[in-house]
């Protein structure tokens, strides 16, 4: 459409003239257009004409669909699509607008939000962003995924993107840089693509990550190694045929195997978390061999990948990496790489139980993010994880084995070791799309109620049941589902590896300790001997053996046992194994001519039905 070079009344009366205008993209050419015809209009006497113009154009940019200004747009090279840059200039020379006469640099490289992330499970927003450096002759993009607060000031930016190597730098380049990327994201929401993501692995709202489609992975960077090792690589069949074969001989293989796949069951029966701890003093027994066998269930297996770490790591990290595992199992090798100088495990098996980490404040007085998990913990070690004097709370939620070097779990585990590492990932995938199909869940359910059952038949703890319950029901599926070969383990196979209910009961072995250390220490019991140390005395009867302890000595010997000194006199007592007075725990007993306040313990054997399966004594 061109206008005539002198226009008429009936030019501007018919609008044509206005319609004109509205079809120039060019601004200059626009505005120039505008004046002349002006000039036009006042000499045939239109009036109103530069009125009539800004009504028109606004009208029309209400009622057709946007057009962006081919000025104003994107012109990066091998772009995914073009953004509407408003007012900035963005091509491969970096992105800029004019501020009091000169440009202003938000970046000296292409840069540019490709896609928005909505967690499935935070509900939060992240966006992923794509740059690329000058020197970059192929135009191959990079691209991080940032939280959106990551964009919004000026100091946060500068931390996040600058260690990726992006130009950004403090002040007046960092605004800039913020404002552009806002206004990115602002104006082109309609061009920018939201999907919905995790930030872990395991059950959510759409289904089990990884292997869910549609869900893009936006975690930290700190576990994008983990995330990547949960992959298919190599053949089902070389490892279905190491698993059929230690399935043959070996039933320690046979339970963490089943346990590795138990681990995705424990949210869906509504369990607790749990250990399978394999441990033996000798070397060559096949404990790290057959925990790669269950972790390349789903995972690269090789030890001290970012999937199958040592325990040489801190609370905090083994809290992480289970809140990013969350259903998947999480496996940890080498016990002894937690042991303090003295030989001591220094790591907490109730707190990865527990199922969430620690609450953490923040430095503006709110909580941090909390990671939860509802999973199993496979591991390994020369020694038990847990030990006499733990409260039932750990003993209830670990199913240790002891591993014989003459009864090797794995026969030839050089070998074994070496096809693991390339060839796995597949049967997990397999398992969970069975899972996942209609009815497998109900049918689980109805399994794990049988198990238990019988499980509690076995004279163990509801925990210690739970557990059995939970790896004989995933042992029962992989059989049907992927093994075939009818070697489902059954409850007399597991039940051999579960405590009974007297030796998870902080009651009866804090008598028994206790009783030993009387033994140790019976010299200190024999007050007619007025030198040295004085732990109380010892009467002995034709019906009863009393011990007096010293109410200071036996404090400190629960200190020295972990045992909490008020719970274990409160159970003492109730079942009559102290003598009290009216109030309290204690009574007093003229011991070297002085009255001291006493445990009076009756020495004879803890009566054989006191259990106690689930408590936790109180500190």
């Known amino acids: 459409m061109t206008a005539p070079a002198s226009p008429d009344l009936r030019y501007f009366e018919s609008g044509e003239a206005f319609r004109y205008i509205g079809q120039i993209k060019d601004k200059f050419q626009q505005a120039m257009e505008e004046r002349r015809l002006g000039t036009a209009a006042k000499a045939v006497g239109f009036t109103g004409f530069y009125k009539i113009v800004q009504a028109y154009k606004k009208a029309n940019s209400e009622q057709s669909m946007k057009i962006i200004d081919m000025d104003n747009v994107s012109a990066f090279d091998v772009q995914p699509f073009e953004l509407n840059t408003k007012t900035w200039h963005a091509d491969e020379t970096g992105i800029w607008r004019y501020g009091r006469g000169e440009p202003v640099y938000a970046c000296t490289h292409p840069i540019m939000p490709v896609r928005l992330l909505r967690g499935v499970d935070t509900r939060q927003m992240k966006v992923e962003l794509y740059f690329r450096f000058s020197n970059n002759t192929k135009r191959e993009w990079e691209s991080i995924i940032v939280e959106m607060k990551d964009i919004a000031s000026a100091n946060n930016i500068v931390n996040r993107l600058s260690s990726v190597g992006i130009s950004v730098t403090s002040g007046e380049r960092a605004n800039a840089l913020v404002d552009y990327l806002r206004d990115m994201i602002d104006t082109n929401r309609d061009v920018i693509p939201e999907v919905k993501s995790v930030s872990r692995m395991g059950w959510n709202e759409e289904g089990f990550s990884p292997y869910t489609s549609g869900l893009l992975f936006d975690g930290a960077d700190r576990f994008r190694k983990v995330y990547n090792a949960i992959s298919q690589v190599g053949s089902m069949d070389a490892w279905m045929a190491e698993a059929l074969e230690a ?11 089943a346990a590795s796949f138990a681990s995705v069951l424990v949210e869906p029966l509504g369990c607790l978390p749990f250990f399978v701890h394999l441990w033996g003093l000798e070397s060559g027994s096949g404990k790290t061999v057959t925990q790669m066998l269950a972790a390349a269930v789903w995972a690269n297996p090789a030890v001290g990948n970012p999937f199958f770490p040592t325990f040489k790591g801190t609370d905090v990290g083994f809290e992480l990496l289970a809140g990013f595992l969350h259903s998947l199992p999480l496996f940890l090798d080498d016990l002894q790489l937690k042991k303090d100088s003295k030989g001591k495990v220094i790591f907490s098996v109730y707190d990865l139980a527990s199922g969430a980490g620690k609450l953490r404040a923040n430095k503006e007085l709110g909580l941090n993010y909390t990671p939860e998990w509802k999973n199993c913990f496979i591991t390994s070690g020369e020694t038990p994880i847990v030990n006499e004097t733990d409260g039932a709370g750990a003993l209830n939620r670990v199913i240790e084995i002891e591993c014989m070097a003459d009864q090797n779990a794995i ?27 209609d009815g497998a869940v109900d049918h689980a359910k109805a399994l794990y109620d049988d198990f238990f059952r019988a499980c509690m038949d076995n004279d163990t703890t509801s925990k210690q049941a739970m557990a059995a319950a939970v790896v004989l029901v995933a042992d029962k599926l992989a059989t049907d589902w992927i093994f075939h070969d009818g070697r489902a383990l059954t409850v007399a196979e597991i039940g051999r590896f579960l405590k009974e209910r007297s030796a998870v009961s902080l009651v009866a072995r804090g008598y028994d300790i206790l009783c030993d250390w009387i033994s140790e220490n019976v010299n200190k019991f024999q007050p007619e001997k007025e030198i040295g140390e004085c732990y109380g005395m010892i009467e002995t009867g034709a019906d009863h053996n009393t011990a007096y302890i010293n109410r200071t000595a036996f404090n400190r010997f629960c200190a020295e046992n972990e045992l909490p000194p008020k719970g274990l006199l409160s159970h003492l007592r109730s079942q009559n194994l102290i003598e009290t007075g009216e109030r309290g725990y204690t009574k007093t007993k003229r011991i070297r001519g002085v009255n001291t306040n006493c445990v009076w313990l009756r020495m004879e054997n803890p009566d054989e039905n006191l259990q106690n399966d689930d408590f936790d004594l109180p500190l």
């Not at 074994?416 to 199909?437: C, D, H, P, Q």
């Open 247 to 257: 399935r043959t001989y070996s039933l320690v293989a046979r339970i963490v195997l």
């Open 411 to 437: 026969r030839d585990g050089h070998r074994t070791a070496n096809v693991l590492k390339e060839n796995y990932g597949w049967a997990g995938k397999v398992f969970i799309e069975k899972l996942s199909e």
